[in-house]
């Protein structure tokens, strides 16, 4: 199946003692994902998260940061069995 992922600049904020902002510093890349969990690792595509069309990719870029590329990735999906809730 085919979908879509963003990835964008990681970028770390620099503030002075005081509190004051300094700067930004670009210190790598990291793709977009649906959580903000600490088990979730945003530099590793596994946990990226994956659009089924444009138009949602064009939404999300709003929230994407500095320097997005989008990406065509492909997955597979293997039904393990029905679940009992």
């Not at 492909?74 to 009992?84: A, C, D, F, L, P």
Request: proline share 4%.
């Amino acid at each position: 199946m085919k979908f879509y992922a963003i990835e964008f600049d990681d970028v770390e904020d620099n503030f002075s003692d005081s509190g004051h902002y300094i700067n930004s510093v670009v210190v790598g890349r990291k793709w977009y994902v649906s959580s903000t969990a600490n088990s979730v690792d945003p530099t590793d595509v596994a946990y990226a998260k994956l659009f089924p069309n444009m138009r949602g990719v064009k939404q999300a870029l709003q929230w994407a940061g500095d320097n997005p590329r989008v990406f065509e990735v492909e997955t597979s999906v293997n039904v393990i069995g029905e679940v009992k809730i």
